[in-house]
């Protein structure tokens, strides 16, 4: 089945204890992006990836890093998480990233519900 | 700066009656906007896209660039379309690729 995974979907943890939030596409796809989801707020896009090792900040990169060795795979990274990090974490992916061509409709993750104490 | 907005975070509707999600954009090139809805407990997911011109459960949207608005709309609102919905903005960046601006989102209810 053609989706987009995230793993964990939930997860506690304490301010400054690294962590990483995986994300997993089998579709190929070229575009990967990383939003999180607030209450009033909306989404916000994180940062986003065209292809393997290109990866560029969106709207609220501060405190979180990403990288992408890889076509599947598009990891967020928090070295040292903060309260103010606790959110809704989504991971998408889409066929292609490039400004000239179509859009392509951005597949989305289940989500991951972190909380930082 | 390029943004979009949506001005309604609630929007409550009876079963039947006509609706309509407000969508403003701000932006200097030829915008690409589109709609995506999350219902309860699933993935958020395209709905329309206005480059299409389709009408998808009952809903469209129509770009007007006068008005810089992409207003989502259907004639006889449905339960089952209540969800959270966004409207969204694809913008170019530098690196030749783009990103995708989302609104905060408007949640409909429709009640019976």
């Known amino acids: 089945e053609a989706q987009v995974t995230q793993n964990p979907r939930y997860l506690i943890t304490v301010t400054g204890k690294k962590l990483t939030v995986t994300c997993s596409q089998n579709m190929n796809h070229e575009y990967m992006s990383w939003y999180r989801q607030d209450p009033g707020l909306g989404l916000r896009q994180i940062y986003y990836?065209?292809?393997?090792?290109?990866?560029d900040k969106g709207d609220v990169p501060e405190g979180y890093k990403v990288s992408r060795k890889e076509k599947r795979n598009f990891p967020l990274i928090l070295e040292s998480p903060s309260p103010n990090q606790t959110s809704l974490y989504f991971c998408?992916?889409?066929?292609?990233?490039?400004?000239?061509?179509?859009?392509?409709?951005?597949?989305f993750g289940p989500g991951t519900r972190l909380t930082v104490l | 700066a390029q943004r979009v907005t949506q001005p309604e975070k609630l929007l409550s509707v009876f079963k039947g009656a006509p609706v309509e999600l407000k969508c403003n954009y701000s932006y200097s090139g030829s915008p690409e906007l589109f709609w995506y809805v999350q219902y309860s407990r699933q993935r958020l997911q395209l709905l329309l896209r206005?480059?299409s011109r389709e009408s998808i459960k009952g809903f469209t949207a129509d770009l007007n660039k006068g008005e810089t608005s992409f207003h989502l709309k259907k004639p006889f609102a449905q339960e089952e379309d209540s969800a959270m919905y966004y409207c969204a903005l694809k913008i170019p960046n530098s690196n030749s690729g783009y990103a995708l601006n989302f609104g905060k989102g408007t949640s409909l209810l429709v009640t019976p």
């Open positions: 998408a992916s889409s066929l292609q990233g490039t400004r000239t061509k179509s859009y392509n409709e951005q597949f």
């Open positions: 206005h480059i």
């Open positions: 990836s065209m292809n393997v090792e290109v990866t």
